[in-house]
């Protein structure tokens, strides 16, 4: 991942600008994002084929030309028999509305898998758009860590200047400011990529440079939760569309094993052959033809549509249980996060109080400055995981928004 980032950086045009607001972003994302596009494409697709389904067969029209270039007395072409004729195919057993009924509901299911597409982006979206914003969060900690360690690295310094402590210290101390450099610079990569990702993932023509603060804020906020029904889900509305199309696909193979009729009307021309010898006439000719479905009865379409079936009522099963699980879970997550975020603000006020009373002792000369070392190390992890408190808040309110099939974070602008 830091790879990608460094390439990133190095490839990034001159051009650059801040990233706007989560709402700003969804709504301007979703007009171009691929795979809405790849969506709204198959709809499109689904649609031809429900208008193809309902047309009906072509008509034939056929020419023959018999008895001639022969032996005689049918060696000329003066004694051939020309016939032109119409043949029209009739489907039997009810094949064109089941075929357009499979269309309607397969553009139905299209339909259904379009707001599976767009829940999912838009969930993908939010967690990408707050793990942004937490890693600009995280490069702001670190280089707050690092600052303080040069703090406490100037003090430890002055301090062996002065022959008040060991120049052990000293060293101790650079080491830990190298530390904190060190995890400043990582903060930097992980924020290059995460922007990085969220600009390719937005379709964006510059690459964003920064997160504005607008998510992490509102996991703070103690809000009612979305409450999801996992039976209203689009992923379980699109896995039962999807289970009636293969329903109505089994009929359609069904009814293909019925034979169709062929009904066929012409006129026939009668070259020398009329009542008196050598005088042309003319007579009309009429057939019907059925095929004898004595090898072919379609069973291996049909067996195959029931096996489609089995696997998408197997799917619908499974789309019920995942929603239902992840509704119970994404409930649990929320309600821990905020609890945990609450913890996190209380943790950090006594490590922000510990760490300068250290200072203080450490700069009278009553705490060693591994007490000092410590205390930020304390404050630092106190810090983060606030941060991360509130990523796992959004997170779990951003699935319950999935399984509801609403937008993330609606009120947020």
Do not use: C, W
């Not at 009307?265 to 059925?290: H, P």
Request: aromatic residues 4%; without cysteine; hydrophobic residues 50%.
């Amino acid at each position: 991942m830091a790879g990608v980032a460094a390439l990133a950086l190095a490839v990034a045009p001159a051009r650059a600008a801040p990233a706007p607001t989560f709402g700003a972003m969804l709504a301007e994302a979703q007009q171009r994002a691929p795979l809405i596009a790849q969506s709204q494409a198959e709809i499109a697709r689904a649609e031809g084929l429900a208008r193809q389904a309902g047309a009906r067969l072509n008509p034939v029209f056929a020419v023959g030309v018999e008895n001639f270039a022969g032996s005689a007395p049918y060696g000329r072409f003066a004694t051939a028999e020309t016939t032109a004729s119409l043949e029209l195919p009739l489907e039997l057993g009810g094949k064109r509305s089941a075929r357009m009924a499979a269309g309607r509901a397969g553009v139905a299911a299209a339909r259904a898998q379009f707001a599976v597409a767009g829940s999912d982006y838009a969930f993908t979206l939010a967690q990408t758009y707050a793990d942004a914003e937490a890693d600009g969060v995280r490069l702001m900690l670190a280089t707050d860590a690092l600052t303080l360690a040069e703090d406490d690295m100037r003090v430890a310094t002055a301090l062996v200047r002065a022959g008040k402590e060991a120049e052990l210290r000293e060293v101790q101390a650079r080491t830990a400011v190298q530390t904190a450099r060190a995890a400043r610079d990582a903060a930097r990569a992980a924020q290059a990529t995460s922007l990085a990702e969220l600009t390719a993932m937005t379709g964006a023509p510059i690459p964003f440079t920064s997160v504005p603060p607008s998510l992490l804020p509102h996991a703070e906020e103690d809000e009612p939760l979305p409450q999801p029904d996992p039976l209203a889900s689009p992923a379980y509305r699109a896995a039962l569309s999807a289970r009636d199309a293969a329903a109505l696909r089994v009929e359609v193979q069904r009814r293909n094993a019925t034979p169709d009729l062929t009904a066929s009307f012409g006129v026939r021309r009668l070259n020398g052959q009329g009542q008196i010898a050598g005088q042309d006439a003319t007579a009309a000719v009429a057939g019907l033809s059925i095929p004898l479905p004595f090898f072919d009865r379609n069973r291996g379409n049909i067996d195959a549509a029931r096996a489609e079936l089995t696997a998408a009522e197997a799917g619908l099963s499974v789309a019920r249980f995942d929603a239902e699980a992840g509704a119970r879970s994404g409930l649990a997550r929320a309600q821990a996060a905020f609890s945990r975020i609450a913890a996190a603000r209380d943790a950090e006020r006594t490590a922000e109080e510990a760490y300068r009373l250290s200072r203080i002792g450490y700069e009278g000369g009553k705490l060693a400055l591994i007490e000092v070392l410590n205390a930020r190390r304390a404050l630092t992890e106190a810090r983060t995981s606030a941060v991360d408190a509130r990523l796992e808040r959004l997170s779990a309110e951003a699935a319950l928004a999935r399984l509801a099939g609403t937008t993330p974070f609606g009120d947020i602008r």
